[in-house]
């Protein structure tokens, strides 16, 4: 007996997430052959070139390992190769203690 019954039409895959500006991220070749070397980036705006079904063109800055802006570029990826990296972790906030504040005599008068 079949999972699904055949009257029935497959489901199509869904559809990769795209990008937003202020997007991170994680750019590998399996977002596109260009990136032998993987890199981050920050995106500035999705551009609304033509290109091949399943491509689309950003506007991006290349990010050092610091997260400073090194460079920008115009990159041609796939949604479906795209890593979203999880966001950093908070700084840990170090326990502080109060020192009390010495103070001396005060004159009056």
Not at 26 to 45: E, G, K, N, W
């Amino acid at each position: 007996m079949p999972d699904k019954p055949p009257d029935r039409e497959p489901e199509p895959p869904p559809k990769p997430r795209k990008p937003h500006t202020g997007d991170v991220l994680h750019l590998t070749r399996a977002a596109s052959v260009q990136f032998m070397r993987p890199i981050f980036v920050r995106v500035i705006r999705v551009l609304d070139w033509p290109t091949y079904d399943g491509w689309l063109w950003i506007d991006a800055y290349e990010l050092a390992a610091s997260g400073d802006a090194v460079a920008r570029r115009s990159l041609f990826v796939m949604p479906a190769g795209l890593i979203w990296p999880d966001p950093p972790a908070p700084p840990a906030r170090r326990p502080t203690t109060r020192r009390p504040v010495k103070r001396g005599p005060v004159r009056v008068g």
